[in-house]
């Protein structure tokens, strides 16, 4: 909605994706229902309380998990743009052209990136938040137990269903729904893309509500969200968030193959110093070569 204030069209966007992600649970649920032929009252005891064991636990809570990503957030960023905003997916995409030489670039960038976050993470899991250290501290091990249970893979099959729930779609429907509009929209309000950027980017992170990884969250945030100001394509953030979630799947798989150290896998595994820095210098290196990149790409278009 091009002709109202930005900040009602986030008010509104937060309405339907808040709606949009309540509905899909139960979708989700009922979709789990019929697959399992379990009943709605137990399908939702095993979804809620994880802590139980079911045979079928993880294959319910896959179901569960992709339909509330691609039916809540992406299908409230559709109902969103195509409703109410009477809008197309592309015009998301100032510069509608895709090349390889972009991708490898978000590729190598996302990739570089992995031990200055797991060095952010393990600096942010030392923060004491006072009162609500404790509590905070049981939800995060409570939704450390629900990721182990979703990505535990005993074969090949497994890793490419895991993929796709938490690489494939979370890549789709969350940078549709936080950088497609809601970034585009403060964007819009503050005519500054940094600002837009990192308040997009702290949002993404807090609805997680994971704050032992607040920190790293906001920085990958910000990433993808400075990767799609540059690039001016939103498919160039969804290859990184894909290639960020799908890198820790693969090393999540191959640790429990037994190919790779657990440690390896961990979230806040800490690299020597030495790697962290050289590839922090890296990520640098690449950050300013894929924006110089994306401005001489849109000079020679104008030109």
Same mark, same amino acid.
């Given at each position: $909605?091009?002709?109202?204030?930005?900040?009602?069209?986030?008010?509104?966007?937060?309405?339907?994706? *808040?709606?949009?992600?309540?509905?899909?649970?139960? !979708?989700?649920?009922?979709?789990?229902?019929?697959?399992?032929?379990?009943?709605? !009252?137990? !399908?939702?005891?095993?979804?809620?309380?994880?802590?139980?064991?079911?045979?079928?636990?993880?294959?319910?809570?896959?179901?569960?998990?992709?339909?509330? =990503?691609?039916?809540g957030l992406g299908g409230g960023a559709?109902?969103?743009?195509?409703?109410?905003?009477?809008?197309?997916?592309?015009?998301?995409?100032?510069?509608?052209? =895709?090349?390889?030489?972009?991708?490898?670039?978000?590729?190598?960038?996302?990739? *570089?990136?992995?031990?200055? $976050?797991?060095?952010?993470?393990?600096?942010?899991?030392?923060?004491?938040?006072?009162?609500?250290?404790?509590?905070?501290?049981?939800?995060?091990?409570?939704?450390?137990?629900?990721?182990?249970?979703?990505?535990? $893979?005993?074969?090949?099959?497994?890793?490419?269903?895991?993929?796709?729930?938490?690489?494939?779609?979370?890549?789709f429907a969350e940078e549709y729904f936080? %950088?497609? =509009?809601?970034?585009?929209?403060?964007?819009?309000?503050?005519?500054?893309?940094?600002?837009?950027?990192?308040?997009?980017?702290? !949002?993404?992170?807090?609805?997680?509500?994971?704050?032992?990884?607040?920190?790293? %969250?906001?920085?990958?945030?910000?990433?993808?969200?400075?990767?799609?100001?540059?690039?001016?394509?939103?498919?160039?953030?969804?290859?990184?968030?894909?290639?960020?979630?799908?890198?820790?799947?693969?090393?999540?798989?191959?640790?429990?193959?037994?190919?790779?150290?657990e440690d390896l896998a961990r979230d806040?595994?800490?690299?020597?110093?030495?790697?962290?820095?050289?590839?922090?210098? =890296?990520?640098?290196?690449?950050?300013?070569?894929?924006?110089?990149?994306?401005?001489?790409?849109?000079?020679?278009?104008?030109?």
């Amino acid at each position: $909605m091009k002709h109202t204030h930005p900040f009602f069209n986030l008010f509104v966007i937060t309405l339907i994706g *808040l709606g949009a992600v309540t509905v899909s649970q139960f !979708i989700g649920i009922l979709f789990a229902s019929i697959i399992f032929g379990i009943d709605l !009252i137990t !399908i939702s005891k095993i979804a809620l309380d994880f802590t139980q064991p079911h045979f079928q636990q993880k294959q319910i809570l896959w179901v569960i998990q992709g339909s509330s =990503l691609l039916i809540g957030l992406g299908g409230g960023a559709f109902l969103y743009q195509y409703w109410v905003a009477r809008s197309k997916f592309s015009e998301l995409n100032n510069n509608p052209t =895709l090349n390889l030489k972009n991708a490898f670039g978000v590729t190598i960038i996302f990739f *570089l990136a992995i031990p200055v $976050m797991a060095q952010i993470m393990q600096w942010n899991k030392e923060i004491n938040f006072g009162d609500f250290d404790e509590i905070i501290r049981k939800t995060e091990a409570d939704l450390e137990m629900l990721t182990k249970k979703i990505t535990e $893979m005993n074969h090949f099959g497994e890793f490419m269903i895991v993929l796709f729930v938490i690489a494939v779609i979370p890549a789709f429907a969350e940078e549709y729904f936080f %950088r497609g =509009l809601v970034q585009n929209e403060f964007l819009r309000w503050f005519k500054n893309s940094h600002i837009a950027v990192w308040v997009t980017g702290a !949002i993404f992170s807090a609805v997680h509500f994971q704050f032992l990884g607040f920190f790293p %969250r906001m920085i990958l945030g910000a990433l993808l969200g400075y990767v799609y100001v540059w690039s001016g394509n939103i498919f160039y953030p969804m290859l990184g968030h894909f290639i960020n979630n799908g890198l820790q799947v693969l090393a999540l798989y191959l640790a429990q193959r037994n190919l790779v150290s657990e440690d390896l896998a961990r979230d806040d595994y800490q690299f020597p110093w030495i790697v962290t820095i050289f590839f922090g210098i =890296l990520l640098v290196v690449a950050l300013h070569f894929f924006y110089k990149n994306q401005s001489s790409q849109s000079l020679n278009s104008n030109s």
